[in-house]
């Protein structure tokens, strides 16, 4: 099944503990994207990759990273979490025009 | 960010026809219009997109004004699973960078 899998689902941390949201998608995309959703913000753009180490920050890339080594993995890494990361995010790969989105990232930085 | 506007909210029964507004005023001649929705507890999906022309899919019809600074999507007989938020989005970048915005939350009675 074609799909985009994003681990772990839920996370819980503390400030400063560095941590890694993975995305992987088996659908030989060459497009990835991360956006964070916040409630009366709507989904806001972190990063996209348009292939293997090619990537370029969206709107509020400030606190992530990213890396594109191969593929199918676009993982999200924060270095230093803070509690205004505190968010629901989504992974995403392209095909020409349409964007197949993860389940979403569920995490919460105390 | 190419600016989208929609209504907050609209209502819609079962089995019935909703036309979903969305202005673009500041469109240009290059851009393409594209709808995504959400449904409550996933990630966004793709719905549409076109350029100039009136589109269909087994979703979704999109009627474009001629002078493109509106869209419609229609939904020609809503579901109860058609009750999600609607995005009217003009990527930017290629189809490299999305701004979502607040999007249309649609509730479908029974």
């Known amino acids: 099944e074609a799909q985009v899998t994003q681990n772990p689902r839920y996370l819980i941390t503390v400030t400063g503990k560095k941590l890694t949201v993975t995305c992987s998608q088996n659908?030989?995309?060459?497009?990835m994207s991360w956006y964070r959703q916040d409630p009366g913000l709507g989904l806001r753009q972190i990063y996209y990759?348009?292939?293997?180490?090619?990537?370029d920050k969206g709107d509020v890339p400030e606190g992530y990273k990213v890396s594109r080594k191969e593929k199918r993995n676009f993982p999200l890494i924060l270095e230093s979490p803070s509690p205004n990361q505190t968010s629901l995010y989504f992974c995403?790969?392209?095909?020409?025009?349409?964007?197949?989105f993860g389940p979403g990232t569920r995490l919460t930085v105390t | 960010d190419a600016k989208t506007t929609q209504p907050n909210s609209m209502e819609s029964n079962e089995e019935e026809p909703v036309h979903l507004p969305c202005n673009h005023s500041?469109?240009?001649?290059?851009?393409?219009i594209h709808w995504y929705r959400q449904l409550p507890s996933q990630g966004p999906e793709y719905v549409i997109h076109?350029?100039?022309s009136n589109v269909n899919n087994r979703m979704a019809s999109l009627a474009i004004a001629e002078d493109r600074k509106s869209s419609t999507l229609i939904l020609h007989r809503a579901t109860l699973r058609d009750a999600a938020v609607y995005y009217c989005?003009?990527?930017?970048?290629?189809?490299?960078?999305?701004?979502f915005g607040s999007g249309t939350k649609l509730n479908v009675k029974p």
């Open positions: 995403a790969s392209r095909l020409d025009s349409e964007q197949y």
């Open positions: 659908m030989n995309h060459e497009y």
């Open positions: 990759s348009m292939n293997v180490e090619v990537t």
């Open positions: 500041t469109i240009s001649g290059t851009d393409y």
């Open positions: 076109g350029l100039t």
């Open positions: 989005i003009l990527p930017e970048y290629n189809f490299n960078k999305f701004y």
